[in-house]
T-cell receptor, first 116, second 111 residues
Framework: DGGITQSPKYLFRKEGQNVTLSCEQN?????MYWYRQDPGQGLRLIYY???????QKGDIAEGYSVSREKKESFPLTVTSAQKNPTAFYLC???????????????FGDGTRLSIL | DAKTTQPPSMDCAEGRAANLPCNHS???????VYWYRQIHSQGPQYIIH???NNETNEMASLIITEDRKSSTLILPHATLRDTAVYYC????????????FGDGTTLTVKP
């Protein structure tokens, strides 16, 4: 079945360590996104990418980095510079381009990151 | 993207219609209205979207006012499994990467 796979579901990090969250999609979507969600709050955009080898910062990019070497993959690295990384991280993807600009986003089931 | 305003919470009796309002008074002509829902600890699920006309699919109906400043998501026969947080978003398209998911409306369907 087509979809978005995020792994792992739960992740623990020691302070000072970088950690990478995986996001893979087989929907042939051009665009991919990373969001952060804190308890009881909505989603905030971290980074997004509309094409391979290109990405843009969202509203809360500080302390995070991404890469987009393949269309199917958009990993997110939470660096030690992110002082409050404990949160629920969601990856999404969508079609983009002319004539497809109103296509919705499809989400993975998220990764819950905690600091030890 | 236009700012949206939703009530923080609503209750609905099982089997009855759930009507979730959304205000988007600053929406511009090319911005769509999208609805998603998020069940606890899962990723958001797309429900429906529209530009001007009312829309219906197997999950819900979307009613957009003529001036497009507000909309209502209708779940015709709510079930306990419809208990979730519902997000309304207005934007030129979600692909712009600037979509903001606010705090949404927590809908609780009661037996």
């Amino acid at each position: 079945d087509g979809g978005i796979t995020q792994s792992p579901k739960y992740l623990f990090r020691k302070e000072g360590q970088n950690v990478t969250l995986s996001c893979e999609q087989n929907l042939n979507h051009d665009a991919m996104y990373w969001y952060r969600q804190d308890p009881g709050q909505g989603l905030r955009l971290i980074y997004y990418s509309q094409i391979v080898n290109d990405f843009q910062k969202g509203d809360i990019a500080e302390g995070y980095s991404v890469s987009r070497e393949k269309k199917e993959s958009f990993p997110l690295t939470v660096t030690s510079a992110q002082k409050n990384p404990t949160a629920f991280y969601l990856c999404a993807s969508s079609f983009t381009g002319q004539g497809l600009s109103n296509q919705p986003q499809h989400f993975g089931d998220g990764t819950r990151l905690s600091i030890l | 993207d236009a700012k949206t305003t939703q009530p923080p919470s609503m209750d609905c009796a099982e089997g009855r219609a759930a009507n979730l309002p959304c205000n988007h008074s600053t929406i511009s002509g090319n911005e769509y209205v999208y609805w998603y829902r998020q069940i606890h600890s899962q990723g958001p699920q797309y429900i429906i979207h529209g530009l001007k006309n009312n829309e219906t699919n197997e999950m819900a109906s979307l009613i957009i006012t003529e001036d497009r400043k507000s909309s209502t998501l209708i779940l015709p026969h709510a079930t306990l499994r419809d208990t979730a947080v519902y997000y309304c978003i207005a934007g030129p398209n979600t692909n712009a990467g600037k979509s903001t998911f606010g705090d949404g409306t927590t809908l609780t369907v009661k037996p």
